[in-house]
Protein backbone atom coordinates (compact mmCIF):
# COMPACT_ATOMS: atom_id res chain seq x y z
CA UNK A 1 0.00 0.00 0.00
CA UNK A 2 1.19 3.37 -0.84
CA UNK A 3 1.66 6.15 2.17
CA UNK A 4 -1.88 7.88 2.48
CA UNK A 5 -0.54 10.67 3.48
CA UNK A 6 -3.97 12.97 5.04
CA UNK A 7 -4.92 10.39 7.35
CA UNK A 8 -4.70 9.21 9.35
CA UNK A 9 -2.87 10.40 12.20
CA UNK A 10 -2.82 7.44 15.28
CA UNK A 11 -2.08 4.06 15.46
CA UNK A 12 1.08 2.64 14.45
CA UNK A 13 0.76 3.91 10.81
CA UNK A 14 -0.28 7.13 11.72
CA UNK A 15 1.91 9.89 11.19
CA UNK A 16 2.85 10.10 14.68
CA UNK A 17 3.53 6.51 14.70
CA UNK A 18 5.96 6.97 12.02
CA UNK A 19 7.57 10.07 12.93
CA UNK A 20 8.49 8.12 16.08
CA UNK A 21 10.42 5.32 14.36
CA UNK A 22 11.94 8.04 12.35
CA UNK A 23 13.16 9.63 15.32
CA UNK A 24 14.37 6.39 16.68
CA UNK A 25 16.13 5.42 12.94
CA UNK A 26 17.86 8.32 13.21
CA UNK A 27 18.60 8.31 16.47
CA UNK A 28 20.32 4.83 15.60
CA UNK A 29 22.16 6.49 12.96
CA UNK A 30 21.88 5.14 9.59
CA UNK A 31 24.56 7.40 7.22
CA UNK A 32 25.01 7.58 3.76
CA UNK A 33 28.74 8.79 3.31
CA UNK A 34 29.54 10.45 -0.02
CA UNK A 35 33.35 9.60 0.24
CA UNK A 36 35.30 10.55 -3.38
CA UNK A 37 38.56 10.51 -2.11
CA UNK A 38 40.76 7.89 -0.76
CA UNK A 39 40.18 5.18 -2.41
CA UNK A 40 36.81 5.08 -2.13
CA UNK A 41 35.32 6.32 -5.29
CA UNK A 42 31.55 5.15 -4.91
CA UNK A 43 29.11 5.89 -2.84
CA UNK A 44 28.88 4.35 0.24
CA UNK A 45 25.14 3.38 0.74
CA UNK A 46 25.01 1.35 4.37
CA UNK A 47 21.59 -0.04 3.84
CA UNK A 48 18.72 1.11 4.79
CA UNK A 49 17.19 -0.19 8.35
CA UNK A 50 13.52 0.32 7.51
CA UNK A 51 12.82 0.00 3.61
CA UNK A 52 9.51 0.20 4.49
CA UNK A 53 9.72 3.70 6.17
CA UNK A 54 7.22 6.29 5.42
CA UNK A 55 9.52 9.08 6.35
CA UNK A 56 13.00 8.71 6.30
CA UNK A 57 16.21 11.10 8.13
CA UNK A 58 18.70 10.36 5.77
CA UNK A 59 22.46 11.36 6.70
CA UNK A 60 24.61 11.51 3.11
CA UNK A 61 28.02 12.96 4.32
CA UNK A 62 29.21 15.18 1.43
CA UNK A 63 33.10 15.73 0.92
CA UNK A 64 33.38 18.83 -0.80
CA UNK A 65 37.35 19.76 -2.28
CA UNK A 66 38.07 23.24 -0.86
CA UNK A 67 35.48 23.30 2.23
CA UNK A 68 37.18 25.73 4.66
CA UNK A 69 38.05 24.73 7.65
CA UNK A 70 35.91 26.30 9.96
CA UNK A 71 32.95 24.85 8.27
CA UNK A 72 34.22 20.97 8.24
CA UNK A 73 31.00 19.44 10.07
CA UNK A 74 28.72 21.68 8.91
CA UNK A 75 24.99 20.37 9.18
CA UNK A 76 22.01 21.81 6.39
CA UNK A 77 18.52 20.12 6.91
CA UNK A 78 17.31 20.37 3.30
CA UNK A 79 13.48 20.14 3.14
CA UNK A 80 11.76 20.38 -0.17
CA UNK A 81 8.16 20.03 -1.72
CA UNK A 82 6.34 20.25 1.17
CA UNK A 83 2.41 21.33 -1.41
CA UNK A 84 0.69 22.19 1.77
CA UNK A 85 -2.82 21.63 0.45
CA UNK A 86 -5.56 19.13 -0.38
CA UNK A 87 -2.87 16.14 -0.14
CA UNK A 88 -0.73 17.49 2.97
CA UNK A 89 -2.07 18.69 6.24
CA UNK A 90 -0.52 21.68 8.09
CA UNK A 91 0.07 19.49 11.05
CA UNK A 92 2.31 17.25 8.85
CA UNK A 93 4.35 20.54 8.16
CA UNK A 94 4.62 21.20 11.72
CA UNK A 95 5.74 17.54 12.56
CA UNK A 96 8.56 18.13 9.84
CA UNK A 97 9.50 21.29 11.67
CA UNK A 98 9.53 20.12 14.68
CA UNK A 99 11.73 17.00 13.50
CA UNK A 100 13.90 19.59 11.76
CA UNK A 101 14.62 21.32 14.70
CA UNK A 102 14.90 18.76 16.93
CA UNK A 103 17.78 17.87 14.70
CA UNK A 104 19.57 21.35 15.95
CA UNK A 105 21.25 21.86 12.28
CA UNK A 106 23.42 24.98 11.08
CA UNK A 107 21.17 25.73 8.26
CA UNK A 108 18.11 24.82 7.19
CA UNK A 109 17.83 24.61 2.94
CA UNK A 110 13.75 24.65 1.29
CA UNK A 111 13.71 24.27 -2.11
CA UNK A 112 10.51 25.19 -3.32
CA UNK A 113 6.97 23.95 -4.50
CA UNK A 114 5.61 25.07 -0.31
CA UNK A 115 1.98 24.98 -2.30
CA UNK A 116 0.67 23.15 -4.99
CA UNK A 117 -2.55 25.11 -6.25
CA UNK A 118 -4.23 27.29 -4.13
CA UNK A 119 -3.48 30.68 -2.72
CA UNK A 120 -5.03 29.98 0.48
CA UNK A 121 -2.27 28.13 1.49
CA UNK A 122 0.30 30.88 1.12
CA UNK A 123 0.07 32.32 4.65
CA UNK A 124 -0.51 29.40 6.83
CA UNK A 125 2.22 27.01 5.45
CA UNK A 126 4.98 30.14 5.55
CA UNK A 127 3.74 30.82 9.39
CA UNK A 128 4.61 27.15 10.47
CA UNK A 129 7.77 27.17 8.06
CA UNK A 130 8.53 30.57 9.98
CA UNK A 131 9.27 28.25 13.34
CA UNK A 132 11.86 26.33 12.04
CA UNK A 133 15.51 27.57 13.33
CA UNK A 134 19.01 27.11 12.80
CA UNK A 135 22.52 28.56 13.92
CA UNK A 136 22.80 30.98 10.96
CA UNK A 137 19.56 30.63 9.46
CA UNK A 138 16.65 29.17 6.77
CA UNK A 139 17.11 29.96 3.53
CA UNK A 140 14.27 29.36 0.39
CA UNK A 141 14.28 29.22 -3.07
CA UNK A 142 10.46 28.96 -4.94
CA UNK A 143 9.40 26.12 -7.19
CA UNK A 144 7.57 25.70 -10.30
CA UNK A 145 4.60 25.25 -8.27
CA UNK A 146 5.34 28.68 -6.27
CA UNK A 147 5.34 30.49 -9.32
CA UNK A 148 1.95 28.83 -10.49
CA UNK A 149 0.23 29.85 -7.41
CA UNK A 150 1.73 33.52 -6.88
CA UNK A 151 5.56 34.05 -6.33
CA UNK A 152 5.83 36.99 -5.25
CA UNK A 153 2.57 36.28 -2.61
CA UNK A 154 5.01 33.20 -1.81
CA UNK A 155 8.64 34.96 -1.09
CA UNK A 156 6.63 37.98 0.65
CA UNK A 157 5.53 35.38 3.39
CA UNK A 158 8.31 33.39 3.62
CA UNK A 159 10.63 36.44 4.25
CA UNK A 160 7.57 37.86 6.45
CA UNK A 161 8.53 34.73 8.83
CA UNK A 162 11.89 35.27 8.95
CA UNK A 163 12.93 32.99 5.99
CA UNK A 164 15.41 34.60 3.47
CA UNK A 165 14.24 33.85 0.09
CA UNK A 166 17.43 33.47 -2.61
CA UNK A 167 15.63 34.84 -5.74
CA UNK A 168 18.61 34.68 -8.10
CA UNK A 169 21.55 36.07 -5.81
CA UNK A 170 23.90 34.97 -3.12
CA UNK A 171 24.94 35.18 0.51
CA UNK A 172 27.73 34.36 2.42
CA UNK A 173 27.90 32.34 5.27
CA UNK A 174 31.07 33.47 7.86
CA UNK A 175 32.80 31.23 10.43
CA UNK A 176 35.97 32.29 12.04
CA UNK A 177 36.82 34.78 9.48
CA UNK A 178 36.33 32.01 6.60
CA UNK A 179 33.71 31.92 3.48
CA UNK A 180 31.07 29.67 2.44
CA UNK A 181 29.09 31.14 -0.60
CA UNK A 182 25.54 30.24 -0.89
CA UNK A 183 23.42 30.89 -4.01
CA UNK A 184 19.87 30.21 -5.01
CA UNK A 185 18.05 30.57 -8.03
CA UNK A 186 14.00 31.36 -9.44
CA UNK A 187 12.58 27.58 -10.93
CA UNK A 188 14.37 26.46 -13.92
CA UNK A 189 11.17 26.85 -16.06
CA UNK A 190 10.60 30.27 -14.75
CA UNK A 191 12.83 33.12 -13.87
CA UNK A 192 16.08 31.24 -13.19
CA UNK A 193 19.41 32.85 -13.90
CA UNK A 194 22.26 31.08 -12.72
CA UNK A 195 24.80 34.01 -13.86
CA UNK A 196 23.37 36.65 -11.69
CA UNK A 197 22.83 35.00 -8.82
CA UNK A 198 26.96 33.80 -8.65
CA UNK A 199 27.94 37.24 -9.32
CA UNK A 200 30.59 38.44 -7.72
CA UNK A 201 31.00 35.10 -6.15
CA UNK A 202 34.83 34.51 -6.44
CA UNK A 203 36.08 32.43 -8.88
CA UNK A 204 37.37 29.24 -6.89
CA UNK A 205 35.26 29.79 -4.14
CA UNK A 206 33.33 27.16 -2.57
CA UNK A 207 29.77 27.56 -3.01
CA UNK A 208 26.30 26.06 -2.29
CA UNK A 209 23.54 26.03 -4.30
CA UNK A 210 19.82 25.96 -4.09
CA UNK A 211 17.42 24.90 -7.05
CA UNK A 212 14.57 23.29 -6.77
CA UNK A 213 14.82 21.60 -10.35
CA UNK A 214 17.70 19.62 -10.20
CA UNK A 215 17.71 20.09 -14.31
CA UNK A 216 20.24 23.08 -13.46
CA UNK A 217 23.07 20.22 -12.86
CA UNK A 218 24.93 21.06 -16.35
CA UNK A 219 24.77 24.81 -16.44
CA UNK A 220 26.32 24.69 -12.18
CA UNK A 221 28.78 22.30 -13.55
CA UNK A 222 30.19 25.17 -16.02
CA UNK A 223 30.08 27.10 -13.19
CA UNK A 224 31.51 25.14 -10.72
CA UNK A 225 29.42 25.27 -8.02
CA UNK A 226 30.02 22.74 -4.91
CA UNK A 227 27.32 21.43 -4.16
CA UNK A 228 23.35 21.60 -5.52
CA UNK A 229 20.25 20.66 -3.44
CA UNK A 230 17.44 20.22 -5.20
CA UNK A 231 14.03 18.72 -5.27
CA UNK A 232 11.14 19.09 -7.74
CA UNK A 233 11.08 15.28 -8.63
CA UNK A 234 9.55 13.62 -5.33
CA UNK A 235 11.69 10.37 -6.07
CA UNK A 236 9.02 9.49 -8.36
CA UNK A 237 6.73 9.39 -5.90
CA UNK A 238 5.06 6.43 -6.85
CA UNK A 239 7.46 3.63 -8.07
CA UNK A 240 5.88 0.26 -9.47
CA UNK A 241 7.60 -2.99 -9.61
CA UNK A 242 8.94 -3.48 -13.27
CA UNK A 243 7.09 -0.38 -14.77
CA UNK A 244 9.11 2.65 -12.31
CA UNK A 245 8.17 5.68 -12.04
CA UNK A 246 7.33 9.13 -14.74
CA UNK A 247 11.12 10.12 -14.36
CA UNK A 248 12.50 6.73 -14.91
CA UNK A 249 10.10 6.51 -18.06
CA UNK A 250 12.35 9.47 -19.41
CA UNK A 251 15.81 10.17 -21.55
CA UNK A 252 18.62 9.55 -18.65
CA UNK A 253 16.37 7.89 -16.27
CA UNK A 254 17.02 8.77 -12.69
CA UNK A 255 20.35 10.44 -13.28
CA UNK A 256 20.30 13.89 -11.07
CA UNK A 257 16.70 13.19 -9.93
CA UNK A 258 17.23 10.87 -6.94
CA UNK A 259 19.87 11.92 -4.06
CA UNK A 260 23.63 11.51 -4.76
CA UNK A 261 24.95 12.18 -8.07
CA UNK A 262 28.42 14.59 -9.56
CA UNK A 263 29.36 15.79 -12.61
CA UNK A 264 32.47 17.10 -13.37
CA UNK A 265 33.51 18.87 -9.73
CA UNK A 266 29.62 19.86 -9.19
CA UNK A 267 28.16 17.52 -6.81
CA UNK A 268 24.56 17.31 -6.42
CA UNK A 269 21.79 16.12 -4.01
CA UNK A 270 18.05 15.74 -4.83
CA UNK A 271 15.71 14.85 -1.86
CA UNK A 272 12.17 12.87 -2.44
CA UNK A 273 10.77 15.90 -0.29
CA UNK A 274 7.71 15.92 1.72
CA UNK A 275 4.33 15.68 -0.33
CA UNK A 276 2.79 14.75 -3.31
CA UNK A 277 1.12 15.84 -6.01
CA UNK A 278 -1.57 14.09 -8.67
CA UNK A 279 -2.26 11.63 -6.01
CA UNK A 280 -2.48 11.70 -2.25
CA UNK A 281 0.07 8.65 -2.57
CA UNK A 282 3.71 7.78 -2.34
CA UNK A 283 5.19 3.87 -3.13
CA UNK A 284 8.27 2.59 -2.62
CA UNK A 285 9.44 5.72 -2.38
CA UNK A 286 9.78 7.39 1.11
CA UNK A 287 9.17 11.34 1.81
CA UNK A 288 12.55 12.17 3.19
CA UNK A 289 14.39 15.31 5.09
CA UNK A 290 18.12 15.13 4.00
CA UNK A 291 20.33 16.29 7.22
CA UNK A 292 23.34 16.83 5.26
CA UNK A 293 27.11 16.99 6.61
CA UNK A 294 29.69 18.68 4.62
CA UNK A 295 33.07 17.48 5.44
CA UNK A 296 36.26 18.59 3.60
CA UNK A 297 37.87 16.62 1.26
CA UNK A 298 41.25 16.54 1.09
CA UNK A 299 42.17 16.45 -2.48
CA UNK A 300 40.27 17.69 -6.14
CA UNK A 301 37.91 16.01 -8.14
CA UNK A 302 38.86 14.91 -11.37
CA UNK A 303 37.55 17.03 -13.83
CA UNK A 304 35.66 16.66 -15.64
CA UNK A 305 33.57 13.60 -15.77
CA UNK A 306 32.51 13.43 -19.41
CA UNK A 307 31.98 11.48 -21.10
CA UNK A 308 29.60 9.89 -18.56
CA UNK A 309 30.70 7.21 -16.75
CA UNK A 310 27.82 5.27 -15.72
CA UNK A 311 28.51 3.16 -13.15
CA UNK A 312 25.99 -0.05 -12.95
CA UNK A 313 23.76 1.00 -10.51
CA UNK A 314 23.08 3.86 -12.57
CA UNK A 315 25.70 6.27 -11.02
CA UNK A 316 28.52 8.53 -12.05
CA UNK A 317 31.16 7.54 -10.98
CA UNK A 318 33.39 10.50 -9.93
CA UNK A 319 36.97 9.90 -9.89
CA UNK A 320 39.88 11.65 -7.25
CA UNK A 321 43.03 13.23 -8.82
CA UNK A 322 46.06 11.09 -7.61
FE1 LIG B 1 7.04 19.33 -6.10
Known amino acids: MGTLYAFPYTGRNGLIGRWNRVVRRWQRGGVEDYALLGGRQQPRLLPARHPDE ?14 PEAFAGYRIVHITDVHYGLFLPLE ?10 ALEPDLIALTGDFVTFSRSCIEPVAI ?99 LVLAGHTHGGQVNLPFFGNVYARRRGGMRFKLGWDCL ?59
Open 92 to 101: AVADTVELAN
Open 264 to 322: GATQIYVSRGIGTVVVPVRYRCPAEIPHLRLLPATRALHPPVYPRDVAPDGRTRCTSST
Open 128 to 226: VLGRLRARDGVFAVLGNHDFRVGATAVARALRREGIEVLRNRHTMLRRRGQSLYLAGIDDLRYRADLPRALRGVPAGAPTLLLSHNPGIIEQAAAHRVS
Open 54 to 67: SLEVSEPHIHLPGL
